[in-house]
C-alpha cells in the first residue's frame, strides 16, 4: 500500500519522494516530500512486515479503502495540551511517537480518527528546535489551496476559524473530499 500511496503522490507532482521509515506504535511506514513554506507531505500505509498494532491505526488506516489519495492533514501545535482543551470532541489524545531519531506527539483518538470524517487536522508537537521539513531536500513544490469538502462544511469552517488563520485552506459544502492545489517546477499539479 505504501508503494500505491508513493506512486500516486510522485505521479501527481513530479517529483520523487524520500524515504521515511517505521513507526511502532502504530505499525506505519512512510514516504516523505520537502514542501517550501516548512511543510511537508506524507505517504503514510499500515506496515504489512509487522504484527498489527495494539489499538486503531492513527489517520483511519485500519478502514482505508480504495486508491491511494489525499485524506487527512496535520497542524503542528506548540502545547499539545493547551491546544486538545479548545478542540472538538474526538480529536484525541497525545501520543508519543518515535521514528528514527525523531520524537513527537501526536493527537489520536481511541478510533484512530478525526472529526468531521477526518477532516478535522491531527494534531502534532515537535520538540523545540526539531521539524522533520528541515531534513527533505528541497522540491521547489508549494501548497497553493487545500480544499476541505463535508456535508457540515460551515460547521467544520466554523470550528477552524479560531484555530487555523491561513487563507490556503478553506472549507466548502458537499460530499466528504480534500483537494491540494500545488505550485510545481512543471507547473500548477493536483492532488
Known sequence: ??????????????????????????QTHNALMGLEDGIYL?????????????????????????QARLSNWACSVSDMDRALNNMPSGAGTPVAVRRGDLAWRMAVSEEGTTPFDNLWPALIEWPAGV??????????????????????????AAALAPHLSDDRVSVEVGAVGMCAEFDTPHGPRVL
Open 131 to 156: 521539524h522533520p521539513a528541515t531534513q527533505l531536500e528541497p522540491t521547489g513544490i508549494r501548497l497553493r489551496r487545500l480544499t476541505l469538502s463535508h456535508p457540515d462544511g460551515d460547521a467544520l
Open 42 to 66: 506524507e505517504a503514510i500505509a499500515p506496515n504489512p512486515e509487522v504484527s498489527p498494532p495494539k489499538r486503531p491505526r492513527w489517520y483511519d488506516l485500519d478502514r482505508f479503502e480504495g
Open 1 to 26: 500500500m505504501l508503494e500505491a500511496a508513493r506512486t500516486h503522490v510522485e505521479e501527481a507532482l513530479g517529483v520523487k519522494m524520500q524515504p521515511g521509515g517505521s513507526h511502532a506504535v502504530f
